[in-house]
């Protein structure tokens, strides 16, 4: 390694943080929408990364600053098409690869030569690099991207993402008229007052100021895939024909109106022998729940099937059916809609109270429970049913969504559509080579996130009731379709193949809001998408989108996103290089790369792979014959994905190790594949400092040492509660280079220059507004570089030092610091370890219970031994796994405890502290603050004169610093805020009394 990047040596974590927390808000345009993937990084953090690890360090402050000031404004999503930012950015990028070159290849290189092609442009690899957020910012910046990752879900995103709009989406310089042949007719631009399907004028790029090929063509077979697929398919989702009568009571009038969706409930059989009735599963009843619109489905108990009106046509709508089995059984009831513009509201009803929770059924007539083992064992057995219970309206005309209960018309259409698929299925079977509704199994009970197994789901088939099967195989025969139709019609294959791939990833986002796991969000009147979790929960109500719609969701709605997207994709520049590849085993030369910026796997995080199976079965079935080396497995493959499974036979312990051996061969690939002055940028999303180590630990292993830390918190995150666990911030940017080691250093000389290092380093983190636990990340990460030069560290008797006692080193300065910075200086020095524990700990965590591991490593670097400390009474507190810091309120008030130790000896102090009897500073705090509390002031004056406490700064310093880490609503804060508004009174009156406490020394435990 012989140069330094900015990113090295400071980075605005603060502001990018911010920006990529305000980017996750963005959807229109931005890349997510192109298609999910899981645990995409924000483009703000990664382009921000991406140019500060190409970019030499600021040569002064002012440069240093302007440098700041320029990523912050880089990073933001308004400026992701600026030109005159990128055009700076690139300009910079070039310039310092230049220079490096030129060292590289012992010739002179100018940034004309590399624009010109007579030097290559720096080359950036992300080897995980799933839906593409790194190496589109590499392209971006100017760079030539490589990305490649082992699931072909992702690879199939990553060419829509980095690879289609860059080869078809402008019109300017290389793609000539041949491979644009045959696209759509639509005039980019063209508005009307009614937003047209397509809209270009919101898509179209700066540089695509004739019209963008790629966009015509796929908004035009959009179209045609739509129109085709509407002719099959819309007998299924019927018009509701004009209402009668404006005053129908149900919200009614207008024209005819479009359904929107259809609300559906799983049934069970009740379990009371006397009842029987079918129980539909639903978690509450709202159908809307918002400020000014508040609808509901009423069950009405008054309504039974003696009621011979009731058996057939409009008039049987709702009622909930009897089980057909049991003759005697007479119970049945019907549902209503009641609320705003509805049925007026029954008295007493609560629409959260719904019949079913986890997985616990509640029978809606005879009150019976259905416990969850039942549920589920009904649910095998095949014996739950589903019941539609709801239609939602959009009226033509009028704003907003309207609900009618369903009848027995609409599950007579809903049937209506089994003998369809089924004419269908045996129509394409053998045209596609495999069923086109997906056989293929779900992942095996116990897998990471899946819990639907267990509902008598079993293939990926089951996510979808018969008419979303009938809908996505119909939209999946029309793509194909499309695509046999754009090379009749001539077009250039590779051109026609982009465009089927992007209508293919269509039906992919159809899937995400076609299946019975799509909740109905009654807050927003909307339908919510699969994966809201990155897991598939159990979902017992659900909405069926109409796919032909115009709302959210449908194949419009999808696609019109998508075309926003490449859009925005469509810039100038190479397109980049992409693989299907395990990051264990890359197909690069060594020494290839200038820059890896790459975000792994973080053990089991996510289950990319089972996860990605939703997909992967209708990418096969509509585009897999374009691409068969992608899809030449029955599922995603699984055997190298780097995640830490715990369904195999290893179990947990097996998972992680598979996971940490694995991501080392990976470090160890990036380390082959990178030039030796290369730069590497690693995100890693951390749970807890123990992780953080290890991975620190694998990476020095593989020869790549860190030589800097960012913690960025993209989440926009509010102070912690008391209530809830500590969590550090959403991910640490890791930047590690290929270093020369150097054989053996000694400790003592490693540890001074730690001492020296740390000194400039901690004091740059603090500016930059660290704080926290994150500081600690920080410090650490910007210390390895001093002992990861040594291939090992030794004592002086030869004994060699482990990395985590040289981590403990750093934890213990990067403590010191920290006190020091918290006390305002000065008063460091006079307090006791556990008060430093203490303000170090409010000031980490506030609040919060924090998990063991990461507690004992704070008390550590304190001093402290924590487990000792619970045993004692004193302020640290265990429950279960987590740690909890004590504040006055939860301490044990011993009311016949006495001050005067003296008198007892000091004996009690070493079984348990008591609050009154002890003379630790943090425990005459907070016993003077429950004095004050309690309006005791003389005694409080006492104690402050007899500890000798009352005298000094060093006291009331410590409870200013314990307060400014609070937040307003806490407790502690009042009470400690109260005191020190009286702090002048209280230390004259300290001042008064005799001087008979000052005997003890009370910084010393
Ligand atoms: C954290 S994600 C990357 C997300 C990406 N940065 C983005 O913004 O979308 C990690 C990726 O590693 C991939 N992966 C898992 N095992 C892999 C392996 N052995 N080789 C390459 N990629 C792998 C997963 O498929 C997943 O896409
Ligand atoms: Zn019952």
């Given amino acids: 390694m012989t140069d330094r990047r900015f990113i090295e040596e400071s980075f605005p974590v603060k502001e990018v943080g911010a920006a990529a927390a305000k980017e996750k ?28 690890a190409l970019v030499p360090p600021a040569g002064d402050e002012l440069e240093w600053q302007k440098r700041r000031d320029f990523i912050v404004e880089l990073c933001q999503w308004e400026n992701s098409l600026n030109p005159h930012l990128l055009e700076k950015a690139r300009r910079d990028i070039l310039e310092a690869h230049a220079a490096r070159l030129t060292g590289e290849l012992s010739h002179p290189v100018t940034v004309e030569d590399i624009e010109a092609g007579r030097a290559p442009r720096p080359r950036v690899l992300d080897p995980f690099a799933g839906g593409g957020s ?205 609320g705003d513009g509805y049925e007026p509201w029954p008295e007493g009803f609560d629409p959260e109270k719904g019949t079913v929770a986890r997985a616990v059924a509640t029978c809606p007539c005879c009150g019976g429970t259905v416990d969850a083992n039942t549920t589920r064992r009904l649910f095998q057995e095949g014996k739950a049913g589903q019941r539609m219970v709801a239609v939602v309206l959009a009226r033509t005309g009028r704003a907003g969504k309207t609900y009618r209960v369903a009848t027995a018309a609409d599950e007579a259409i809903y049937h209506q559509a089994e003998t369809a698929l089924q004419a269908k299925r ?97 807050d927003a009147e909307a339908i919510v998408h699969v994966f809201g979790r990155q897991a598939l929960p159990m979902l017992w109500d659900y909405n069926e989108n109409n796919p032909l719609g115009m709302h959210g969701g449908t194949w419009t709605n999808r696609t019109s996103e998508m075309l926003a997207v490449v ?40 289950p990319y792979s089972y996860l990605s199976d939703f997909f992967y079965v209708w990418l096969k079935r509509a585009a897999g014959h374009l691409y068969p080396d992608l899809f030449s497995t029955p599922l995603t493959p699984k055997a190298n994905e780097i995640v830490a499974y715990s369904h195999g036979e290893g179990g947990w312990e097996g998972g992680k190790r598979f996971f940490e051996d694995n991501l080392k061969r990976a470090f160890q690939e990036m380390y082959r594949v990178l030039k030796p002055d290369g730069a590497a940028v690693i995100v890693y999303a951390h749970k807890s400092t123990a992780g953080w180590e290890t991975v620190i630990n694998a990476l020095l292993d593989s020869g790549l040492v860190v030589t800097g830390a960012w913690p960025l918190n993209t989440e926009m995150q509010s102070r912690l509660r008391a209530s809830e666990s500590a969590a550090l911030a959403s991910s640490i940017y890791i930047v590690a280079r290929k270093m020369a080691r150097q054989p053996t250093g000694f400790y003592n ?64 300065i990067a403590t010191d610091y920290a006190v020091r910075q918290i006390l305002r200086d000065g008063f460091a020095g006079e307090v006791s370890d556990l008060t430093r524990l203490y303000v170090l700990w409010r000031w980490n965590y506030g609040e919060a219970l924090v998990p063991f591991d990461e507690a004992r490593k704070l008390a550590q670097s304190c001093g402290v031994d924590l487990a000792r400390e619970w045993g004692r009474g004193g302020f640290v507190r265990k429950e279960r796994e987590f740690v909890r810091v004590l504040g006055p309120q939860q301490r044990r008030w011993d009311e016949s405890a006495s001050r005067r130790t003296s008198e007892t000896g000091g004996q009690s102090k070493s079984l348990t502290r008591s609050i009154a009897d002890s003379h630790e500073m943090i425990d005459v705090l907070h016993y003077v603050l429950l004095l004050w509390e309690k309006g005791r002031r003389e005694e409080l004056v006492q104690v402050l004169a007899e500890t000798g406490l009352g005298r000094g700064e060093a006291f009331y310093r410590v409870a200013q610093a314990i307060s400014e880490t609070l937040p307003n609503e806490s407790k502690e804060k009042k009470l400690l805020d109260g005191f020190l508004a009286g702090r002048e009174r209280v230390r004259e009156e300290v001042g008064k009394v005799g001087l008979q406490g000052t005997l003890w020394n009370v910084s010393a435990r």
């Fill in 134 to 338: 790194y190496p589109l910012e590499a392209l971006r910046l100017g760079c030539e991207a490589y990305a490649s990752d082992y699931n072909p879900v992702a690879v199939l995103i990553l060419k829509a993402t980095l690879e289609y709009p860059q080869r078809f989406g402008h019109t300017a310089g290389r793609q000539g008229d041949k491979e644009t042949r045959g696209q759509g007719d639509a005039q980019p631009g063209t508005t009307t007052s009614q937003p047209s399907l397509f809209d270009l004028s919101a898509v179209r790029t700066p540089q695509s100021e004739i019209r963008n090929p790629l966009l015509d063509a796929v908004k035009h077979w959009g179209n045609w895939v739509l129109e085709e697929a509407r002719q099959e398919l819309a007998e299924f989702y019927p018009l509701d024909p004009p209402l009668p009568s404006p005053a129908g009571g149900r919200g009614a009038g207008g024209e005819g109106a479009i359904p929107v969706g259809y609300i559906w409930a799983r049934t069970i059989p009740c379990q009371n022998p006397a009842c029987g009735a079918e129980i539909p599963l639903m978690r509450q009843f709202w159908l809307a729940k918002k400020d000014r619109k508040r609808v509901a489905l009423w069950i009405d108990r008054t309504r039974t099937n003696t009621d011979a009106t009731d058996t057939h046509g409009l008039e049987d709508e709702g009622k909930i059916r009897e089980n057909p089995s049991d003759p005697c059984s007479s119970v049945s009831y019907s549902f209503r809609i009641v």
């Fill in 25 to 52: 808000n963005i959807r229109h345009g931005h890349i997510s929408t192109l298609h999910i993937w899981w645990a995409r990084r924000p483009l703000a953090a990664s382009r921000a990364t991406a140019y500060a």
């Fill in 426 to 522: 045996e129509r394409l079977m053998p045209k596609w080579g495999m069923d086109p509704v997906p056989d293929e199994p779900l992942p095996p009970l116990g897998t990471l996130g899946f819990r639907i197994q267990r509902y008598g789901m079993t293939t990926w088939g089951d996510l979808f009731n018969t008419r979303q099967q009938l809908a996505l195989v119909t939209f999946t025969d029309k793509v194909r379709r499309a695509h046999v139709q754009m090379l009749t019609e001539g077009m250039e294959p590779k051109f026609a193949k982009a465009v089927a791939t992007y209508l293919s990833t269509g039906v992919d986002e159809l899937a995400r809001f076609t299946s019975v796991l799509n909740p109905w969000k009654v």
């Fill in 749 to 812: 000389d490693v540890r001074a220059e730690l001492r020296t290092h740390l000194d400039a380093k901690l004091h740059r983190l603090w500016e930059e507004g660290i704080g926290g636990a994150d500081f600690f990340i920080a410090a650490i990460g910007s210390a390895i570089e001093v002992f990861g030069k040594y291939e090992r560290v030794m004592d002086y008797e030869g004994t060699v030092v482990r990395a985590d006692r040289l981590l403990d080193e750093v934890r213990t």
């Fill in 567 to 606: 859009g925005n994709l469509s810039f100038a520049s190479l397109p980049s290089t992409i693989a299907q590849s395990s990051a264990t085993q890359l197909s690069y030369p060594n020494a290839y790369f200038d820059a890896i910026l790459t975000d792994p796997p973080y053990y089991d995080n996510v």
